[in-house]
């Protein structure tokens, strides 16, 4: 018998006393967990569930339906507005998630690998401007690249242009640059933590072994910070879909995006079945479309080993 079991407090009980204690134990446990768990998974679901039953049903000015069709999803589906709609939000959502990344991953790798001491000044003060107002920031942009903004008389001012452009803003472009920017701290965070947990010795043997820099950082660097980097994508892909304040303010007719389609719904056209069909698709459609980029990165990552 070790020591530990011989100072155990429950050594020297009787086998039914010791299932007695165990089992009191587990109860008080999950008379613990299960409130909490039930609470959030009420929160978590009810919201879901009440926004499927809607997009079964139909709405003739404000009375509602409640008989079982399929025409809500029919016109989600087929409706040329609402499909071009959708494609245009994934597009916007997967290159603002690209260009993120793209950003992120070398502020990510400086502070990790070069920052010393200073890593946490370093994203301290990568967050300070993300303590704004998230309208601020779009309407930041908005002054920025408006035909009398800053862009347009700094280029005026290099004689680039002979007069303001009016290609800056109201148009999809416009939504990326905004969101890359709104998104840019949410993407070097993870990024970060996946560049810390590498481990540096690995990097020095590449190096030893004969590798440069480049080499040694798409073989030994990237691949294991993978995690982060598709963590990263998912972070800024998923939220941006649904994105309604900054198509809003910068986006102007070319910038429309799905989540402003299902405002309008909810709101001026007070038809809310149409409205939840539309939220109902656009969710499976970003499940499928977050699982299909975690199977390419990872597929990328094995051929590259």
Same mark, same amino acid.
């Given at each position: 018998?070790?020591?530990?079991?011989?100072? *155990?407090?429950?050594?020297?009980?009787?086998?039914?006393?010791?299932?007695?204690?165990?089992? *009191?134990?587990? #109860?008080?446990?999950?008379?613990?967990?299960?409130?909490?768990?039930?609470?959030?998974?009420?929160?978590?679901?009810?919201?879901?569930? #009440?926004?499927?039953?809607?997009?079964?049903?139909?709405?003739?000015?404000?009375?509602?339906?409640?008989?079982?069709?399929?025409?809500?999803?029919?016109?989600?589906?087929?409706?040329?507005?609402?499909?071009?709609?959708?494609?245009? *939000?994934?597009?916007?959502?997967?290159?603002?998630?690209?260009?993120?990344?793209?950003?992120?991953?070398?502020?990510?790798?400086?502070? *990790?690998?070069?920052?010393?001491?200073?890593?946490?000044?370093?994203?301290?003060?990568?967050?300070?401007?993300?303590?704004?107002?998230?309208?601020?920031?779009?309407?930041?942009?908005?002054?920025?690249?408006?035909?009398?903004?800053?862009?347009?008389?700094?280029?005026?001012?290099?004689?680039?242009?002979?007069?303001?452009?009016?290609?800056?803003?109201?148009?999809?472009?416009?939504?990326?640059?905004?969101?890359?920017?709104?998104?840019?701290?949410?993407?070097?965070?993870?990024?970060?933590?996946?560049?810390?947990? #590498?481990?540096?010795?690995?990097?020095?043997?590449?190096?030893?072994?004969?590798?440069?820099?480049?080499?040694?950082?798409?073989?030994?660097?990237?691949?294991?910070?993978?995690?982060? #980097?598709?963590?990263?994508?998912?972070?800024?892909?998923?939220?941006?879909?649904?994105?309604?304040?900054?198509?809003?303010?910068?986006?102007?007719?070319?910038?429309?995006?799905?989540?402003?389609?299902?405002?309008?719904?909810?709101?001026?056209?007070?038809?809310?079945?149409?409205?939840?069909?539309?939220?109902?698709?656009?969710?499976?459609?970003?499940?499928?479309?977050?699982?299909?980029?975690?199977?390419?990165?990872?597929?990328?990552?094995?051929?590259?080993?």
């Amino acid at each position: 018998m070790t020591a530990a079991a011989e100072g *155990s407090p429950v050594f020297g009980m009787t086998r039914a006393r010791r299932n007695a204690l165990l089992q *009191s134990e587990s #109860v008080q446990g999950f008379a613990l967990i299960s409130p909490t768990f039930v609470y959030a998974l009420i929160l978590l679901v009810l919201p879901i569930l #009440v926004v499927l039953a809607h997009s079964f049903w139909t709405q003739h000015y404000l009375d509602i339906d409640h008989t079982f069709t399929l025409e809500n999803y029919r016109i989600a589906l087929t409706e040329p507005i609402y499909r071009d709609l959708l494609w245009r *939000s994934l597009y916007i959502s997967l290159t603002v998630s690209f260009f993120t990344v793209i950003l992120a991953y070398p502020i990510a790798y400086f502070i *990790s690998f070069h920052g010393g001491r200073h890593k946490s000044l370093w994203l301290f003060l990568i967050t300070i401007p993300f303590w704004t107002s998230y309208l601020l920031r779009v309407m930041s942009w908005k002054v920025i690249l408006g035909y009398n903004g800053v862009l347009n008389s700094g280029l005026m001012g290099l004689g680039i242009i002979d007069e303001p452009s009016t290609a800056l803003l109201y148009n999809s472009s416009a939504v990326i640059i905004t969101l890359t920017h709104a998104w840019a701290a949410f993407a070097i965070l993870p990024i970060f933590v996946s560049l810390e947990k #590498v481990d540096r010795t690995l990097v020095e043997a590449a190096t030893d072994l004969g590798d440069g820099p480049l080499r040694s950082f798409l073989r030994v660097t990237l691949p294991l910070s993978a995690p982060g #980097v598709i963590s990263a994508a998912l972070i800024v892909m998923i939220p941006t879909v649904g994105d309604y304040v900054t198509p809003k303010l910068v986006g102007g007719k070319d910038g429309v995006m799905i989540a402003n389609a299902i405002q309008a719904q909810f709101g001026k056209a007070a038809n809310w079945p149409l409205g939840a069909a539309l939220s109902v698709t656009t969710m499976l459609v970003v499940s499928l479309m977050a699982g299909a980029t975690v199977l390419i990165i990872r597929a990328i990552q094995r051929l590259a080993r």
